[in-house]
């Protein structure tokens, strides 16, 4: 800002504090007009408030404009006892063979569902297959997977279980990483050899005690 108009907002200012307060127009019976910062004590004919640079009737009822109203009395609430808040139950301890376990058939599934989606990329026309062999694998371990899912959800929490997901996915992946960099013919020789091993039964957890034992057993 200029020193110009920094002078200019000081002279202007005091004027703008004036049109800023009320200044009462009585207008006595005689027809005198009286002028007024202050609202008239008895009123004795009609009266008028500018303010703002604008005229207006004040009405009988209306208060001064520079009457200080009464304050509104304000209504305490009655103090309440602070309830203590419920404390959350204890976790339970959980057992490090059933934690094991739950790792365990989290692997393998991934083993299963990743070996699916690199063969079926691989060979498109044996999707079937694959696909099969996974329903198959299901099929046989049914019992251990509902178990296994339901300590998932009751004594697994969420924030463990994305920590064993990651892990899974981090292990799973470097270990098939050389497989999806590999030619096209020895990903399919590998897709083989896997179907197999799948379809025979050597990638089931319900036969592997250290994994079906502390699921079947949870209660």
Not at 51 to 67: C, L, M, T, W, Y
Not at 99 to 116: C, R, S, W
Not at 149 to 169: D, F, G, N
Request: proline content about 8%; overall charge positive.
């Amino acid at each position: 800002m200029s020193l110009r108009a920094l002078l200019l907002s000081l002279l202007l200012f005091p004027a703008v504090t004036v049109y800023a307060q009320a200044i009462y127009k009585v207008v006595g019976p005689d027809g005198k007009v009286v002028f007024s910062d202050k609202p008239p004590a008895d009123v004795g004919g009609d009266v008028s408030v500018i303010e703002g640079g604008f005229e207006r009737k004040q009405s009988a009822n209306e208060p001064a404009a520079d009457v200080v109203s009464p304050p509104v009395p304000r209504v305490t609430k009655q103090a309440t006892v602070a309830q203590p808040k419920p404390q959350a139950p204890a976790q339970m301890a959980i057992d490090p063979a059933l934690v094991g376990a739950v790792f365990g058939v989290m692997g393998f599934e991934d083993l299963v569902l990743q070996t699916e989606r690199i063969c079926t990329q691989t060979l498109p026309t044996s999707m079937k297959r694959y696909s099969g062999a996974t329903q198959v694998w299901r099929q046989r371990n049914a019992s251990v997977l509902a178990r296994y899912q339901q300590v998932l959800a009751k004594a697994i929490t969420p924030v463990h279980r994305k920590q064993l997901e990651a892990e899974v996915k981090t292990r799973n992946e470097k270990s098939l990483l050389p497989v999806v960099k590999a030619p096209a013919a020895s990903r399919i020789s590998w897709c083989d050899k896997s179907g197999d091993l799948i379809g025979r039964g050597d990638m089931d957890v319900h036969n592997k005690p250290a994994l079906a034992g502390p699921l079947l057993g949870y209660r």
